[in-house]
């Protein structure tokens, strides 16, 4: 843990201060800083590292080696330098209202459930893994108790106590710890062992929403947003509704419902639709004259109808051999050919791939797929191959 002297554990609100810089060596990601004195919070405890600046120097990355806190530069600083260090605070404090909401929604699981943070990530989301499962109902339990926290502004305390006086507090822990503890205590929500920095009140968390959650390793893995990464999340949705339900011409609180008629009238239109092909392709096949070889050009019509309409041209009209092409678009056209012919349909179904720029395959009674050719092409090699 960083010493207890630097100042982001004084004053976690520090957004400025000066210094002077120790040391500055160069190594591969990049200059290597070392102040006197620091604001910028080093990646640990699960919180990513604060980025701002030194002077006009950019610092991109805080990492801490042996209680010594390294600011990562693009460029160097000379030893001696006084420089004036500006924490990039947007960043920062999103941190802290994710990180001590995170605090309060573990420490609530484990006041409900028992249930132990058995790994957590800071990324795009806030990710956090538990050591049980939850049902949904429970899961909008925590999340409720969690901003009832919030709303009773519930104070963030960080106490240092003894090995003797810690027997007596109940702090959640990753690992066993020796020597100074930084305790984090959310008043009625949680104690826990955290080297992160924190709100001063849960009031200032804002919001806590939990946007997913899903099974991992015989527990539950959640993603969870706090304050004002909550609420850009929440408008989001918000807009997404708003256009759901201009484009259903449906109030937004009734869109699940308009989604809902909106399916049953796609089903019956479908249904409808696949009705009228049939109907359609019946003429087709009455008005067609029976032959041997019917080569018939449709488009637009669906691979489950085509294949119904060359079945029935040969069982129920009686020709030798059905060709049924079909075109959606300017892509290829799709095909089905059946037959009531011994012909080894399924051998010639490569030779007429290959001649026609085709892929697919079946039976000896029916093969299907697509052709990359024109229609004149495809007629003069269907004609010569199932007329022969
Ligand atoms: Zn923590």
């Excluded at 699960?46 to 600046?53: K, M």
């Excluded at 990753?174 to 080297?195: F, M, P, Q, Y």
């Excluded at 968390?205 to 991992?216: N, T």
């Excluded at 009705?275 to 488009?299: H, N, W």
Aim: hydrophobic residues 35%.
């Amino acid at each position: 843990m960083a010493n207890m002297n630097t100042l982001f554990y004084q004053d976690q609100y520090r957004r400025e201060f000066d210094a002077s810089v120790l040391s500055c060596r160069e190594d591969k990601k990049g200059y290597a800083v070392i102040l006197d004195q620091t604001a910028f919070y080093p990646e640990g405890g699960g919180q990513p590292a604060d980025h701002g600046f030194l002077n006009d120097i950019r610092v991109t990355d805080v990492r801490e080696k042996d209680d010594v806190i390294i600011h990562y530069t693009d460029r160097p600083l000379a030893e001696g330098t006084a420089v004036h260090g500006i924490i990039d605070w947007d960043r920062r404090f999103d941190f802290m209202q994710n990180h001590t909401g995170e605090h309060i929604v573990s420490g609530i699981i484990h006041q409900l459930h028992g249930y132990e943070n058995v790994g957590f990530h800071m990324g795009e989301t806030i990710q956090v893994d538990y050591s049980g499962m939850l049902s949904d109902e429970e899961i909008r339990e925590v999340e409720r108790k969690a901003n009832e926290i919030i709303w009773t502004n519930q104070p963030v305390i960080i106490t240092y106590p003894s090995e003797e006086e810690r027997e007596n507090i109940p702090y959640r822990s990753k690992k066993e710890l020796s020597g100074t503890v930084r305790i984090v205590t959310v008043l009625n929500a949680d104690i826990c062992a955290c080297c992160g920095t924190h709100v001063k009140t849960a009031g200032e968390v804002g919001l806590i929403k939990i946007i997913s959650h899903e099974k991992h390793k015989g527990g539950i893995r959640m993603e969870l947003l706090c304050g004002r990464r909550a609420f850009d999340y929440v408008c989001m949705l918000q807009d997404q509704n708003h256009d759901i339900s201009v484009r259903l011409c449906t109030p937004m609180n009734q869109t699940a419902e308009g989604t809902r008629k909106l399916e049953e009238t796609m089903q019956e239109k479908s249904r409808q639709l696949t009705e009228m092909t049939a109907l359609y392709l019946q003429d087709r096949a009455e008005k067609l004259e029976k032959s041997e070889l019917v080569i018939d050009v449709l488009k637009g019509i669906d691979r489950n109808s085509i294949r119904r309409y060359a079945d029935d041209l040969v069982k129920v009209k009686g020709c030798g051999t059905a060709a049924v092409l079909n075109r959606s678009d300017n892509g290829p056209f799709e095909y089905v050919i059946i037959t009531s012919k011994d012909i080894g349909l399924r051998k010639l179904a490569k030779d007429l791939n290959m001649r026609l720029n085709g892929r697919g395959g079946g039976s000896d009674e029916m093969i299907q797929g697509t052709f990359s050719a024109s229609e004149e092409e495809i007629r003069l090699v269907l004609q010569e191959i199932f007329a022969a």
